[in-house]
């Protein structure tokens, strides 16, 4: 690759949101909007490497695209009235038109960014499809590196993003930021994609690798730039310092063969504390707005509880129950109560763990859990440390079948092996 092809590419990652944003303002459809920005990066790519890079890239792909908009709108209205029948009138308005769209195109600010974050966040697609549309337009990640990130068949992934841009379409979703009780609902959907996206990336579903950083840090991406466009949403003050402060473990999360390495095992030493700082001052932040109570924020809380201190047995495990307590109070899940009692197992012992696994039986609150390795495992841990330890097999080898990541069935494979040594030495 050339070094102006690095150039463009490197431009194209930085400005192509923005881009897309402000002709999406304009055009009112993301996808017509994402094609004259690639057509403007097509452009570049042809004209660039014979004229030299122009002194203001950003600014010359926005001209590029600006054109682009413009005659693809003027085609429009040809396509839909016969020549002869263009009055002077007409072409006026049409002149007009023009000067409104190019003043709209150089007014290119964050709220277009916030407008197309919420339309590719949109409730009406599916989860996987506001996924997808977030990486390929917020982020600019190509079809393929999404299609590998979640290790999806490239044309199945491309499906994905053009049903979600037909389906934006077709239910005429207005380009714009939602306000009222509407933005709160809206708010919580972008979040939630963010929240996913970095949780695919901390812990991978599936494939032969424990994380997909690359996915944490579009995640983490996302998030700095949610706290400059809502600046006055603790929660998502609540999720950046969450994301933050769990990314920031991760040089410890692997080992030397990129082997998982769990949080009672890591080396703190690699944590990156700049991180953590960071992750702790927009905890602080969000409190301060009045957001301690939210989702986010409470596990931003149980995830400092962690970061505060410099090993392991130092934890305050008392502290992260009640956490959870707050947590299932506000937003329970399946997740949150398996992590409640892995968090009960180790402050008031593993009978106890045990209890609170089995009053998600009772509960019903397990059965979201079907086919989800860690209950198994959880489980497994709490009965090994019990002296259960036929039990405890049974249950680990059920979450080896159950997990699809190479490096999590290592992990359990080990665990396995601790049982076995266990049980001879007892």
Not at 213 to 236: I, S
Request: net charge neutral.
């Amino acid at each position: 690759m050339t070094d102006i092809h690095r150039t463009i590419e490197a431009v194209w990652k930085i400005e192509s949101t923005r881009l897309i944003a402000g002709i999406a303002r304009v055009t009112r459809d993301i996808g017509i909007a994402e094609e004259l920005a690639q057509d403007a990066l097509v452009t570049a790519l042809e004209r660039w490497p014979e004229e030299g890079i122009p002194e203001n890239p950003a600014a010359w792909l926005m001209t590029a695209a600006k054109r682009r908009a413009l005659d693809s709108l003027r085609r429009g209205h040809m396509l839909v009235q016969k020549h002869e029948e263009i009055t002077r009138e007409l072409e006026t308005q049409q002149q007009r038109l023009g000067e409104a769209m190019n003043q709209a195109l150089d007014q290119v600010i964050d709220d277009d960014v916030l407008r197309l974050i919420f339309t590719a966040c949109h409730p009406v697609l599916t989860v996987e499809g506001r996924i997808a549309l977030t990486l390929r337009l917020i982020c600019g990640l190509t079809t393929a590196e999404i299609a590998r990130a979640f290790l999806v068949p490239e044309k199945t992934l491309g499906q994905r993003i053009f049903r979600a841009k037909k389906t934006l379409a077709e239910a005429h979703v207005p380009f714009e930021t939602p306000r009222g009780v509407e933005l709160r609902k809206r708010v919580e959907s972008v979040l939630s994609v963010v929240y996913l996206i970095f949780n695919e990336g901390y812990t991978a579903t599936t494939g032969g690798e424990w994380m997909r950083a690359a996915l944490c840090d579009e995640a983490l991406r996302l998030g700095r730039m949610f706290v400059q466009l809502l600046p006055d949403e603790p929660e998502v003050y609540g999720l950046l310092a969450l994301m933050e402060l769990q990314a920031s473990r991760t040089a410890a999360r692997r080992g030397r063969n990129g082997e998982a390495v769990l949080l009672r095992d890591q080396d703190r030493s690699l944590w990156n504390f700049a991180q953590i700082e960071r992750g702790m001052a927009a905890l602080s932040h969000a409190q301060k707005l009045g957001g301690g109570a939210g989702k986010y924020t409470l596990q931003a809380a149980i995830a400092a509880c962690h970061t505060r201190v410099r090993t392991a047995e130092e934890t305050d495990w008392e502290r992260i129950v009640l956490l959870y307590d707050a947590l299932m109070q506000i937003s329970p899940s399946p997740i949150v109560a398996l992590n409640r009692a892995v968090a009960v197992g180790i402050a008031q012992g593993p009978a106890a763990g045990l209890d609170a696994l089995d009053a998600m039986d009772r509960l019903g609150t397990d059965s979201g859990l079907a086919g989800y390795h860690l209950l198994p495992c959880v489980r497994g841990d709490l009965l090994m440390k019990m002296g259960r330890f036929t039990e405890a097999r049974e249950e680990i080898q059920r979450a080896i079948t159950m997990t699809q990541n190479l490096r999590e069935q290592e992990l359990l494979t080990e665990r396995l092996k601790q049982i076995e040594k266990a049980a001879l030495s007892a």
